[in-house]
């Protein structure tokens, strides 16, 4: 198997919220040799190099500039690193019944079943005041298995398999422990938690935090040829992972730019979503002033990089009939006439050529007429800088469950494409 599988599902691993997905992307980047841009500092004319620069923790911009932007414009991938999940409540502890739970909130469009049953951990941001006075942040991950939403068993509720359904406020309530009432105190908990993960950290009052339950059960290759990853957080931690990798790996002739952006599974309106500022933002500073990077936009084109759904073998019906894309068969490139995606024959037909270029696979998709389509970054950019935009990504079955499937070989498939989309020696436009 690819090392650079093994590498994947390590840092799957060790990206259990956006705020470690977008920490660890930023190591490997400081290790690449990209320097750290601060919104809050004056940057001067950029020289020809290699950039990056997060905002909130959770959304970042990496780019290397090669050429005059507003006469070559720039090739952009963008990501997003949020995915669904359940978030605990700011007052987080209750206790009934002898038991001592997590109260959670939904975020996104998570396929809730999967959630029973499972051995899950903690992690995400903690948000503190030093002894000093300072407010700061910390990321903690209590990679063990602490809560558990346990199922109601089916002598119980004898029709659970064909009518149950699910009470977001009442049946997800994380168990944690026995405990009596008002036994446990989730303040105390924490600053133990951050007391064994920075042990320099002198004692420091919390204010707040952003934390997430997660499935403790690693990455896995799975199926009888290994060809499968088994995961949480593939949608869209993959297509992060291959626009990291194809940015490293690209030779540096073009103008290149990944936007990995928070929030999208909630509509993307944040600082640090695909509705901000963000890129518009670090793009306009790139090009000195919005004259230039007017010029520089109307040379460029954007791959929205968020995985699709492959066809179902137990499902076949929920599918369009003639667009059908296969796991281990190829990106795919997704096409919505009403706008959902943010794809046409102009940016369809590059990454069909970039494809091709390069000996790679790839597919198309459209939903069932009489089905919602769902969304992506893909035309929210568009809109938000009028950059022409292709949406694409790989198959996956089990999207928004807490644990999805999808292929070996296209994550290798996908960063191919997307680095010969860098690396595109004919201008796009």
Request: hydrophobic letters at 40%.
């Amino acid at each position: 198997m690819p090392e650079s599988i093994h590498h994947f599902l390590n840092y799957l691993s060790r990206s259990p919220t956006p705020y470690h997905a977008v920490a660890n992307i930023a190591e490997t980047l400081e290790t690449a040799g990209y320097s750290r841009l601060r919104e809050s500092d004056s940057w001067p004319k950029l020289a020809t190099g290699k950039y990056y620069l997060t905002r909130n923790d959770s959304a970042l911009i990496a780019f290397k500039l090669a050429q005059p932007p507003a006469e070559h414009g720039f090739r952009l991938i963008g990501a997003h690193t949020d995915s669904p999940c359940l978030k605990i409540k700011p007052n987080a502890i209750t206790v009934n019944h002898g038991y001592a739970k997590l109260g959670v909130e939904v975020y996104g469009g998570a396929l809730l079943n999967p959630w029973f049953d499972r051995d899950l951990a903690l992690a995400g941001r903690v948000t503190v005041q030093t002894k000093a006075g300072a407010i700061d942040n910390f990321l903690i991950n209590i990679d063990q298995p602490i809560a558990f939403i346990p199922s109601l068993a089916i002598h119980l509720d004898r029709e659970a398999n064909e009518h149950r359904g699910i009470n977001k406020q009442t049946h997800l309530p994380a168990v944690i422990c026995r405990a009596d009432k008002d036994s446990r105190n989730f303040e105390a908990l924490l600053k133990q938690w951050l007391q064994q993960q920075y042990p320099e950290l002198a004692p420091a009052k919390i204010l707040a935090f952003e934390l997430s339950l997660y499935d403790h059960q690693p990455p896995r290759l799975v199926g009888l040829e290994r060809e499968f990853i088994a995961s949480a957080r593939l949608d869209n931690l993959l297509s992060c992972h291959a626009a990291v990798e194809a940015l490293l790996n690209a030779n540096q002739r073009s103008n290149q730019v990944i936007a990995l952006n928070d929030h999208e599974e909630v509509g993307s309106a944040s600082t640090s979503g695909a509705q901000g500022s963000l890129l518009h933002s670090a793009l306009s500073r790139i090009c000195a002033g919005d004259e230039n990077l007017q010029r520089a936009i109307s040379r460029s084109m954007l791959v929205s990089a968020d995985n699709a759904h492959g066809v179902h073998p137990n499902y076949p019906e929920a599918h369009e009939p003639a667009h059908q894309p296969l796991i281990n068969n190829g990106p795919v490139i997704k096409i919505n006439h009403n706008q959902r995606y943010a794809t046409n024959s102009e940016t369809a037909a590059v990454f069909k050529a970039v494809c091709d270029d390069n000996k790679i696979p790839y597919q198309v998709v459209v939903v069932r007429s009489d089905m919602r389509c769902g969304s992506t970054i893909g035309p929210i950019t568009a809109t938000r800088l009028g950059v022409r935009t292709v949406d694409v990504g790989v198959p996956q079955l089990g999207m928004h469950s807490i644990r999805e499937l999808a292929g070996v070989k296209d994550v290798a498939y996908l960063t191919t494409a997307l680095k010969g989309f860098l690396e595109m020696k004919r201008r796009p436009f």
